[in-house]
């Protein structure tokens, strides 16, 4: 059974950071790619950043730059390191893989960003 939970979301002031977190387990992190997702308010999940099993990484355009994922092979365990916060980036952040053509998700972590 795959899960993924993540942690580390909370309130922040605009320009703070946070360590967003995606402990899995069912599946090994280094074999697959795993994304973190935003949900703004009211607007649809879209893709923030991913690494994939070889460590290339994409970024969306609006955090190329202030984020950073990276994963602890030893800890099956995926990061979001974010930096320089804008009130845009506030949403429920999710972590996501597939495995044998299955979509799996978390239950996901509210950052909220404030001026």
């Known amino acids: 059974q795959v899960q993924l939970v993540e942690s580390g979301g909370g309130l922040v002031q605009a320009g703070g950071s946070l360590r967003l977190s995606c402990v899995a387990s069912?599946?090994?992190?280094?074999?697959?790619?795993v994304g973190w997702y935003r949900q703004a308010p009211g607007k649809e999940r879209n893709l923030v950043a991913e690494?994939?099993?070889?460590?290339?990484?994409f970024y969306d355009a609006a955090v190329q730059g202030r984020f950073t994922i990276s994963r602890d092979n030893a800890k099956n365990t995926v990061y979001l390191q974010m930096n320089s916060l804008e009130t845009e980036d506030t949403g429920i952040f999710f972590c996501?893989?597939?495995?044998?053509?299955?979509?799996?998700w978390g239950q996901g972590t509210q950052v909220t960003v404030s001026l």
């Open positions: 690494i994939r099993s070889n460590r290339d990484t």
């Open positions: 996501n893989t597939w495995r044998s053509g299955n979509g799996y």
């Open positions: 069912g599946i090994t992190v280094t074999d697959r790619t």
